[in-house]
T-cell receptor, first 115, second 111 residues
């Protein structure tokens, strides 16, 4: 496995469900990110982790809860979501936090639909 | 005024055409400019990266930055159907910081 892997690729959940998104990077990067991508909107940064420490939380509702157990894995725990939370959730990594010289490497995303 | 403006398109061109994709921005502190390409059902991948003003060429792709006009462009020469994707511009204020993305422009190259 190389690059950034996200699972599941698709997820349909009810508003009362609890689910988790998983991200794994095999690049030896020190920083990981969660982004939300909605139609006709720019990518929205949600969370930033540097060496398992959360360094930014961009005013994200508490129904989204990130977890970074080590520098290779990142989770996004979801509970009591709203239909407007339906979007593509992208995980990314970079060599160092917020240093974009070599770009961020993105996963293929999880397409989330809240019903 | 949004920090980064990008026309979402869609833009449809015939194969072999020259494509011009553009973004404008409002914050003169942006110094690093990137273009990402995102295929359907995939995450964005870095295509071009430039620092400050000027041009950068890579094969059929040319990235251009005009800081005086706060305007960046991506040109694709001899466009191919495989270039069909969404192209996102992204910018950074300094060497460290959060990337600010445009909405992305959806490009379709017809055979």
């Amino acid at each position: 496995e190389t690059g950034v892997t996200q699972t599941p690729r698709h997820l349909v959940m009810g508003m009362t469900n609890k689910k988790s998104l998983k991200c794994e990077q095999h690049l030896g990067h020190n920083a990981m990110y969660w982004y939300k991508q909605s139609a006709k909107k720019p990518l929205e940064l949600m969370f930033v982790y540097s060496l398992e420490e959360r360094v930014e939380n961009n005013s994200v509702p508490s129904r989204f809860s990130p977890e970074c157990p080590n520098s290779s894995h990142l989770f996004l725990h979801l509970h009591t979501l709203q239909p407007e939370d339906s979007a593509l959730y992208l995980c990314a990594s970079s060599q160092e936090v917020r240093v974009a010289n070599y770009g961020y490497t993105f996963g293929s995303g999880t397409r989330l639909t809240v019903v | 005024q949004k920090e980064v403006e990008q026309d979402p398109g869609p833009l449809s061109v015939p194969e072999g055409a020259i494509v011009s994709l553009n973004c404008t921005y409002s914050n003169s502190a942006f110094q690093y400019f990137m273009w990402y390409r995102q295929y359907s059902r995939k995450g964005p991948e870095l295509l071009m990266y430039t620092y400050s003003s000027g041009n950068k060429e890579d094969g059929r792709f040319t990235a251009q930055v005009d800081k005086s006009s706060k305007y960046i462009s991506l040109f694709i020469r001899d466009s191919q159907p495989s270039d069909s994707a969404t192209y996102l511009c992204a910018m950074l204020r300094g060497s460290q910081g959060n990337l600010i993305f445009g909405k992305g422009t959806k490009l379709s190259v017809k055979p």
